[in-house]
């Protein structure tokens, strides 16, 4: 028989224990505890579990790490480190927690934590009954997983605090040199993938020819070039450079920002634009430019680039000519 310590909705022990069988029956202003522990390797990958086929709950679904409910004298953290090595058989470096959160519905107190662990990848341990599979996976694979799973939806807004953490996901940085090949590769690879249903296709292959890892050094070499470089793996999954506007020292134009395809709809193009708008070239300038593709135009749009002079048409260059107005050398909210 499993039994549960009870609290009050000030987070005090009650004295009371109540059966999981009787979970349903829980008294209003009482609630016992449950952990989730998210799962990350010390080379950056997630920990994924598949729930077992004969669970009522989900069966067959993935979700993150490990977790379930306390029992009676355990603490949350005990509680963690005990659901962590049932479920996966590992036992973490270090366990901190991301958050708590308080459901009177199900009478509940959820605490959710980060285990960082330094095993072997094939050291997982399934939990007959509980887990059939597993998997790890690179962080923003893992982040667009999590938002894609009946079970992984739920749990993401739990993980949204520790996953939106400068760093965590992905960091953005100036380019070096050394990264100009995988910027070339990554616009080459977005423009085929991603503004090759807007434009044709022998239009597009021109414009890709263009994208060298030279060019990049060149454009790199008078405007202030970012790349967004995936956490652990290393790879370049964005960039983006805000420079003069024809050389102008109150005006300032974004160019080259390109998401890979695979990472689009992650938040890191927003983040790019982000780190553009802190960055010199914007924080002197009274207005900002940005030639915006036919794809491109809603993103921009939503980041507070209105038409240039009113005009809602395309330039020679089949872009949209956008802009956004600062105030007293700082970008207005919008």
Not at 8 to 34: Q, Y
Not at 96 to 101: P, R, S, Y
Not at 232 to 258: H, K, M, N, Q
Request: charge should be negative; glycine fraction near 10%.
């Amino acid at each position: 028989m499993e039994l549960w310590d009870l609290y009050d909705a000030d987070g005090n022990k009650t004295g009371e224990t109540w059966e999981r069988s009787r979970a349903k029956e829980i008294p209003e202003g009482r609630f016992h505890i449950v952990c989730d522990v998210l799962v990350r390797h010390r080379d950056g990958d997630f920990l994924l579990t598949l729930r077992d086929p004969g669970k009522d709950l989900y069966p067959g679904c993935w979700e993150a790490g490990a977790g379930g409910s306390a029992l009676a004298g355990e603490t949350p953290e005990e509680a963690a480190r005990r659901e962590l090595w049932e479920e996966t058989g590992l036992t973490a470096d270090s366990l901190d927690l991301i958050g708590v959160t308080w459901r009177p519905e199900s009478r509940s107190v959820l605490y959710a934590w980060l285990a960082v662990v330094s095993c072997g990848k094939d050291s997982v341990r399934l939990q007959a009954g509980e887990t059939s599979g597993y998997q790890w996976m690179k962080p923003l694979a893992f982040l667009g997983c999590l938002r894609e799973g009946p079970v992984t939806r739920m749990q993401y807004p739990r993980y949204k605090p520790y996953l939106d953490r400068p760093g965590t996901l992905y960091s953005i940085r100036r380019l070096t040199e050394r990264d100009a090949p995988a910027v070339s590769d990554l616009i080459t690879v977005t423009i085929r993938i991603s503004n090759v249903g807007d434009y044709p296709a022998d239009l597009m292959e021109e414009l890709i020819k263009t994208q060298t890892p030279a060019h990049v050094l060149q454009r790199a070499s008078w405007t202030h070039f970012y790349v967004a470089e995936e956490t652990g793996t290393g790879a370049v999954v964005g960039c983006g450079a805000i420079g003069p506007y024809w050389g102008r020292e109150d005006e300032s134009s974004l160019f080259s920002i390109f998401i890979h395809p695979d990472h689009q709809g992650k938040g890191i193009g927003r983040a790019i634009v982000e780190t553009l708008e802190r960055d010199e070239y914007a924080l002197r300038a009274r207005r900002i430019e940005v030639p915006a593709s036919i794809t491109g135009l809603k993103f921009y749009r939503r980041m507070g680039y209105d038409f240039k002079g009113g005009k809602e048409e395309l330039d020679e260059e089949r872009l949209y000519r956008l802009e956004k107005f600062t105030k007293s050398g700082n970008l207005r909210d919008n």
